[in-house]
């Protein structure tokens, strides 16, 4: 798959998590995954997974995107600029009765 293609898939799962679409984001990053790994698809997944409520698959993906980001050369930083070691579990222990998560921002 070209690089292109790949990156239109990012995009879809980007614009599916954003509105809520978990099983979009989901599909869009596997699909992503099935041609090309990387940090950042790792962490798209482990994003969608976490949005699905799939918490054990969420952070199975997280820690293969951490380790992904490690072998790019790049251990701290998310394609955001966050710092996905923090930002992660931070998300996760966020989470409230029912699999909600509540964010103070």
Sequence with gaps: MAT???????DEGHGAFERGDADASRR???????????????????RALYLAGDYRGSIEA?????????DEGDPLSGPDGSDPLLAAP??????RGGGRVVDEG
Aim: proline letters at 0%; charged letters at 25%; zero cysteines.
């Design 90 to 95: 931070q998300r996760l222990w966020r989470l």
């Design 62 to 70: 997280h820690e293969r995107g951490f380790a992904a980001y490690k």
């Design 4 to 10: 292109g293609a790949i990156e239109a898939l990012i």
């Design 28 to 46: 869009a990053f596997a699909a992503a995954r099935a041609e090309s790994e990387s940090g950042e698809l790792f962490e798209g997944f482990a």
